[in-house]
């Protein structure tokens, strides 16, 4: 549609990259100087509760905006996967748990370590490197039969796969969601700068819609309809990357592409681009099964927690708010079992003070 208008000849494809790319700089940029990441919010020390208040108020921002979008008709999700109504209990649950595991494996959730990566956080790097590898075997390689045996254990909704579906419509549920995120935004005391960076984040789930949706629109050669998520995209960038000249590149690779470079250029220009690497082979070895996890768990909870969370829920996706659950519970579950029992055992053997 904007391409036809502008008399421009470039394909909507080539333009999607770019238009990709845009958006992942602003997410690059906005989430390095943040820290944004969902795990920091639910596990980790004394700023927990401040992390979680900037997550969730990009989440009200991206629910709102989105919701506001639709209602106008500038964002239809109808045919989307967010909207099928036979939803995939089992591999949202599962996905959910499996992913929320991983990320308090490798520390961070995968757009997380995709800016810690970018700023010079070798860990980050090989378990973005091992999501992308285990998430494309699992999309499309020797782990899909299973991804497919678990897809297929479904609940069917009925036409009601979407929130705004159900009785009230979408105000209803859009109010009190935002009720109960603004209670928590409110209790959290976050910093208004990095407020405001949550709020450009969660802003760019309905422009990735409506720019995936409406401004690229062309019946002669469309483009799939998608908003930020770290999952696919890192999937089909390490494909485009080994194949290029097989298959062409699209939002996704142009997205993670761009959040690379924003996140690269902020850390440089903050002074905080160094490079960091593993301490010990265990170390090691537990950040490699994290990224792991994380690819499985992922791809079969239909998004990672920006895909699912931030831009299913705020869809008021039913399948992605399943999703997000479960990604809590796990990565609160891994947090007791692994994270606070060994400084528990490390505090039972250490030699007490003269």
């Not at 919701?67 to 995939?88: E, M, T, V």
């Not at 757009?111 to 699992?138: D, E, K, P, Q």
Request: hydrophobic share 55%.
């Amino acid at each position: 549609m904007l391409l036809e208008f502008l008399g421009l000849d470039i394909s909507p494809v080539s333009t999607s990259v770019i238009f990709g790319a845009v958006v992942g700089i602003l997410f690059g940029v906005s989430a390095q100087i943040s820290r944004f990441c969902l795990r920091r919010g639910l596990v980790e020390g004394t700023d927990r509760r401040e992390a979680l208040g900037v997550w969730l108020f990009a989440l009200l921002v991206a629910l709102i905006a989105t919701q506001i979008g639709s209602s106008i008709g500038l964002i239809d999700l109808s045919a989307h996967r967010f909207a099928q109504s036979n939803i995939p209990v089992l591999a949202a649950i599962l996905g959910g748990l499996i992913f929320g595991f991983g990320m308090v494996l490798s520390r961070g959730c995968v757009s997380r370590l995709t800016v810690l990566g970018a700023s010079g956080n070798l860990r980050g790097l090989l378990v973005i490197t091992i999501f992308a590898i285990v998430a494309h075997a699992t999309l499309k390689g020797v782990l899909s039969p299973l991804r497919v045996a678990i897809g297929n254990v479904t609940f069917p909704l009925e036409g009601a796969a979407l929130a705004s579906e159900l009785p009230g419509g979408a105000i209803l549920w859009t109010l009190l969601i935002s009720a109960g995120l603004v209670a928590i935004i409110l209790r959290s005391r976050a910093r208004f700068s990095h407020l405001a960076l949550a709020g450009i984040i969660g802003l760019l789930v309905p422009i990735g819609w409506i720019g995936t949706g409406v401004l690229l629109l062309d019946d002669f050669d469309p483009i799939p309809l998608e908003t930020i998520s770290f999952t696919a995209p890192w999937a089909d960038s390490l494909f485009w990357t080994i194949a290029s000249t097989s298959i062409p590149a699209g939002f996704g690779t142009g997205l993670v592409g761009g959040v690379l470079f924003g996140a690269l250029a902020s850390a440089v220009i903050r002074g905080e681009a160094r490079l960091e690497s593993f301490e010990t082979p265990s170390q090691t070895l537990r950040y490699v099964l994290g990224g792991a996890l994380m690819g499985v768990g992922g791809v079969l909870a239909g998004g990672c927690t920006v895909g699912a969370g931030l831009s299913g829920v705020s869809a008021l996706s039913i399948a992605a708010g399943l999703s997000l659950l479960s990604i809590v519970l796990g990565a609160v579950i891994a947090d007791r079992l692994v994270d606070r029992r060994n400084s528990s055992s490390i505090a039972a053997h250490a030699t007490p003070a003269e």
